[in-house]
């Protein structure tokens, strides 16, 4: 009998331990926490996928890169830019409401970013006031010409040199022509190789007398209160203004155009 109940003790105590490792598998719960990392995971995978929806997220980030292009400007500086039609069409008309005579020329494409879209040929800046020589350029070129020369040139000309009798030409030095800016063998191509500019070199009177553009900053003189005048007056229809002051590119003639800077800024020297 004793053997009997030593086996069965034994028998209970193998069964217990037998049992507790059964019960001891904590492992079995990582596995149920790896199953709710699952689920997790698959929560991860939706969210990208959402994002696959907004595809028009990346959109926005390739145009972004677009506007970087225009800041390296290779593109703009070789292309000829379009005229709007309907500036160009009020322009004309306030060119000839003015009184300047000129002729509409062919498209200019000379290459390498030079040409006018629209040109013109200016013959008379106002009656009675030829450019000499007649000079291509855009037609807004030529007709701030035309104001600067109605508005600000012909009144201090009167003030200053009426008895010379009234003026008959403004001599230019330079209109159209597809160069880089001073003349250069680098950098940026000139406004005049976009029709945007004029040089001015003299102003001629009915009594022949003539007026060069040279340097007068002390010149006491009403010639040289007329050539800062005008000078002056300039900026007030053209955006860049250079003149003799400027630098020794300039020695000779007045530099204008009417090249579109930021803000409306104006850079007159
Ligand atoms: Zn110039």
């Known amino acids: ?13 193998l069964l217990s331990s037998a049992s507790l490792p059964k019960t001891g598998p904590i492992p079995e719960k990582k596995p149920e926490s790896a199953e709710t990392k699952k689920p997790a995971e698959k929560k991860i995978e939706k969210v990208p996928a959402p994002n696959k929806d907004k ?9 972004e890169p677009l506007p970087q292009k225009p800041e390296a400007e290779p593109e ?18 306030a060119l000839k409401q003015i009184g300047a005579t000129f002729r509409e020329e062919t498209r200019i494409d ?3 970013g030079c040409g006018i879209d629209k040109p013109l040929t200016l013959e008379t800046v106002l009656p009675g006031v030829a450019l ?3 000079g291509k350029m855009r037609c807004e070129t030529a007709l701030e010409l035309a104001r600067w020369t ?3 040139v012909l009144p201090a000309a009167k003030a200053a040199l009426g008895n010379e009798g009234p003026l008959t030409a403004i001599d ?8 880089l800016r001073n003349n250069g063998t680098t950098g940026k191509i000139s406004e005049h190789a976009r029709g945007n500019a004029i040089d001015i070199a003299s102003f001629t009177f009915k ?3 003539s007026i060069e553009i040279q340097p007068r900053d002390e010149d006491s003189t009403l010639i040289g209160a007329f050539q800062r005048a005008v000078t002056a007056t300039g900026c007030l229809y053209f955006k860049t203004v250079l003149d003799p002051g400027s630098d020794e590119a300039h020695e000779n003639h007045l530099h204008f155009d009417v090249l579109e800077r930021k803000n409306g800024y104006r850079y007159c020297r």
């Open 1 to 13: 009998m004793h053997l009997r109940i030593i086996a069965c003790l034994l028998s209970v105590i």
């Open 55 to 63: 595809t028009p997220l990346p959109t926005p980030e390739d145009t």
């Open 76 to 93: 703009p500086v070789l292309t000829i830019e379009p005229e709007d039609g309907k500036e160009y069409a009020a322009c004309l008309t």
């Open 110 to 112: 000379d290459g390498k």
């Open 132 to 134: 000499k020589p007649e």
């Open 150 to 152: 109605k508005e600000a």
């Open 172 to 179: 230019q030095a330079s209109s159209y022509v597809c160069r």
């Open 207 to 209: 009594s022949g007398k």
